[in-house]
Each structure stands twice: as C-alpha cells, then as structure tokens.
C-alpha cells in the first residue's frame, strides 16, 4: 500500500510502558500519538486514568484526550470517527499516526479489524435479563460466548447486559468496509509477576500524588458516585471508598487486583491479532 496510509498501532496491558514507547516512537519518526483509551477521552479524569501529562509529552501532538465532559457518555462510534479524522489531519501534515493504548475494541473498531454495528436493541430480550442476577448474567455469558465474557468488565452489571444481549441475538453484525491502513503492530507486555509489581507501583504512586483527591473534586463538581461508578476500575473504588463503603486499605487492595485482571482481558483481546510483534520486555520503538 502507499506510504500515505502507513500506520503504527502499539497496543498491551495497562502500567506496561505504551505512552512513552509511543512518544519515543513519535519523536524518532515525525508522528503525532492518537490514544486510544476509552477514559482519557473524558476531561478530567487524570490520574485516576494514568494520563498523559503535558511535559511527558515532550512536545508530541496528543489526539482524542480531553474531548468530552464525563457525564457525557462517549461510544466507540464517537472514537471511530474522531480517530479517523485525527487520522486524516496528521497524515496531510505529512506526519505519521501513531496509535497507542489499551483499550482493544476502540484500536481494533479504528483500524478496521471488528465490525461496529452491535445488533440493535431487543426489548423483550432486555427486560428478560433484567430479571436475572448480577451472578447469572456472568454465568450465561461465559456460556454463550467465552471470549466475550473474557473481554467484558464483569463488574459492571450494565456491560455484561449488553455483552449477553449480543451473544444472544440472532442478528449478526453488519460489517464495515476496512480503511485502506498499513498498520505495523507492535505489542507490549511483561512477565506476569513484573507487570503486576508495575501495576502496584503504578497505583501506590497515583494515590501518593492526589488520586482520590481528584475524585472528591469530581464529585464536588457533580460528577455522580453512580456515573463514577460506571467509569469503572480507580473511578468505581475511589466512588465506594467515598461512599464509606471501602476502607482506605480495602479500596486499595481491590483495585490493585482488579487493575490487574483488566491487564489480563486486555492480553487476552490482543493476542487474537496474529499480527502483532510483541516486544517482551519493551525495549525502543527503532525504525518500524
């Protein structure tokens, strides 16, 4: 394909290290990052999201950070057509687009890999499975679709609803045509005990920093326990320990164990593209 529709995606886990390979990637080859994080997307949300601040930049353009209010709920529809608009723009400065998270559906939904027209909405089926239990939605998902289950916040009653609501439906996605990208692939990741101490460490030192003080100004500032709640990972614990539900400890605790199964879901989307290079333990972006 031409060269004006290369593009480098550098994906993994949470805490592994992505935002600075993609800003060392960026300044060794004129490229501007995109990120595709499905909550650094939402003003304010910053340390609690580990986002990217402006002097860890180093001068690198950052797209799709700080678009939207955090009432506001932002879809993966929202990502597609921003990113490739981003896309667009930096490719006619003659730079080249960098993209770099974690967040799976949204990479995958931008660079044409997953189709993004869910089946609607079933009514019947909806009010069917408000009956059930938080328990059994998990348990009837993990049986219909276990790599759906895997990739779904199974502590977030309202995404594991609509992740059985898919399984079950009988209606087939319609796919999208694939933007003609060039994408070089490349993924990071840790032996699984160092990535777990890094996510810790990565948590010890937000707290250290003012996490929860950031959720308290949320909070003040409107921004529900419930719509923290929904947010999820350091959002839904921060919101429970505010709430007087959790201990300092307790909030903790949890979340480092929670972060650390998200770490594992999102392994496990992206090791379903074959066409990744993994690059264990990250080492430099070099020429790609």
Avoid at 16 to 34: C, D, F, S
Avoid at 158 to 168: D, H, S, T, W
Avoid at 191 to 210: H, N, Q, S
Avoid at 219 to 225: I, N, Q, R, V
Wanted: glycine share 8%; net charge positive; aromatic share 6%.
């Amino acid at each position: 394909m031409a060269d004006y529709l290369r593009i480098l995606a550098i994906v993994g886990p949470t805490a592994v290290g992505k935002t600075a390979y993609g800003i060392r990637a960026a300044l060794e080859q004129n490229g501007e990052v995109i990120s595709a994080d499905s909550r650094q997307v939402y003003r304010g949300l910053d340390l609690g999201t580990g986002k990217v601040t402006y002097s860890e930049m180093q001068g690198v353009p950052h797209h799709l950070i700080d678009v939207c209010e955090p009432e506001v709920q932002f879809t993966v529809h929202d990502f597609v057509r921003l990113g490739r608009a981003a896309i667009d723009d930096i490719r006619a400065r003659g730079k080249l687009p960098i993209v770099v998270g974690g967040t799976g559906l949204y990479v995958d939904a931008l660079l044409g890999r997953v189709p993004l027209n869910a089946p609607p909405v079933d009514p019947t089926l909806r009010e069917r499975l408000s009956r059930y239990s938080d328990d059994e939605l998990r348990a009837e998902l993990s049986v219909r679709n276990p790599i759906l289950y895997a990739q779904t916040d199974r502590a977030n009653r309202r995404r594991v609803q609509r992740a059985l609501e898919i399984a079950l439906s009988e209606t087939k996605p319609v796919p999208v045509e694939h933007p003609p990208y060039s994408v070089t692939w490349v993924g990071l990741t840790l032996p699984r005990e160092a990535l777990k101490e890094r996510i810790l460490k990565r948590l010890d030192e937000r707290l250290a920093v003012g996490m929860l003080d950031e959720a308290r100004t949320l909070h003040a500032a409107g921004l529900s326990f419930e719509r923290m709640e929904n947010l999820g990972l350091e959002y839904r614990f921060m919101a429970r320990h505010l709430m007087g539900q959790l201990s300092y400890e307790d909030m903790r605790a949890q979340l480092g164990t929670e972060i650390f199964k998200y770490a594992k879901r999102q392994l496990t989307w992206f090791k379903r593209n074959g066409e990744i290079r993994w690059d264990v333990p990250p080492t430099g972006p070099g020429q790609v």
